[in-house]
């Protein structure tokens, strides 16, 4: 019984002599995580020192390091003044920014000024040509006050194309955009060459201006011999076109007759046998339109 109560006393000594160590090292414990919690709060881990949160490039965070989404460095998409970003960044090419100080490139809206043409000579002579006939001279038909025009006869408002009244430069572009041989001009005419027109060739062809543009043209065929072929079958076309002639002239080996058209435009087709510019006895045929 002595010896139970002994080792009973001995377990409750040895009881309390360890419930103090245990209780110290409860309380250090809790210093410790308190310490280490206090530590790790005072470090700068969310806001100043790079971690896989804040400040590590690539990530997707508001740190201050390259590669986030917060203004002011390379590579991000914000509103700051970086290369690259989709700012206003003035003077910056790449971007859809005003760039001061830098011309436009093309592509966009805006163009170039095209150069300037050069500007056509005045006068361009055109070569001589000995088998034309000195020139007539010439003044516009006038209908009488008795002429009625025929019914549905065509007007005669355009020749070549060109619209009676048109100026001379604008004759001269449509005549070269359309491959028409052109051996001179003036200011008062455009001179030439192997025009067809009326389902003849002529080898010599005149448009004649006026203050008012393009007034008359004329187209001219000439041989050697007695020819009054194309004459007589340019007359008889015009006749059925036009009716019967308003003047009419055929004496001496002169043949002569004009037309007019509801708008008063006319047509006068001319032959005759004439001395050329080099001399020589030749047989003219001559066809005019005009307004």
């Given at each position: 019984m002595k010896r139970l109560i002994r080792i009973f006393v001995i377990a409750l000594v040895s009881i309390a002599m360890m419930v103090p160590p245990i209780e110290a090292q409860?309380?250090?414990?809790?210093?410790?995580n308190e310490r280490s919690h206090s530590?790790?709060?005072?470090?700068?881990n969310n806001s100043g020192r790079p971690s896989n949160s804040s400040g590590r490039p690539g990530n997707n965070n508001n740190g201050h390091r390259p590669g986030n989404n917060?203004?002011?460095?390379?590579?991000?998409?914000n509103n700051g003044h970086r290369p690259g970003n989709n700012g206003h960044n003035p003077g910056r090419p790449g971007h859809g920014g005003y760039n001061p100080g830098h011309p436009h490139r093309p592509g966009g809206d805006y163009r170039p000024n095209r150069p300037n043409r050069p500007h056509r000579p005045t006068v361009i002579v055109p070569p001589h040509r000995p088998?034309?006939?000195p020139m007539r001279p010439w003044s516009r038909p006038v209908p009488p006050p008795s002429w009625r025009p025929r019914p549905a006869a065509p007007v005669i408002a355009s020749i070549l194309g060109i619209t009676f009244g048109t100026a001379i430069n604008m004759s001269l572009d449509y005549l070269i955009n359309r491959g028409y041989t052109i051996d001179g001009y003036g200011n008062d005419a455009v001179y030439l060459r192997d025009v067809n027109e009326m389902s003849y060739?002529?080898?010599d062809a005149t448009?004649?201006?006026?203050?008012?543009?393009?007034a008359r043209s004329e187209f001219l065929y000439s041989t050697s011999y007695?020819?009054?072929m194309?004459?007589?079958s340019l007359y008889t076309r015009f006749n059925r076109t036009y009716g019967p002639p308003i003047n009419i002239v055929r004496t001496g080996g002169v043949l002569s007759a004009t037309w007019f058209a509801p708008n008063r435009g006319y047509v006068t087709i001319d032959y005759r046998s004439q001395y050329s510019l080099g001399g020589d006895l030749r047989y003219f045929t001559t066809l005019t339109f005009g307004l």
């Open positions: 409860s309380r250090t414990t809790g210093n410790r530590t790790q709060n005072s470090r700068p917060n203004p002011g460095r390379p590579g991000n998409n088998h034309r006939p060739y002529w080898p448009l004649y201006y006026g203050a008012g543009g393009l007695p020819d009054p194309r004459y007589n």
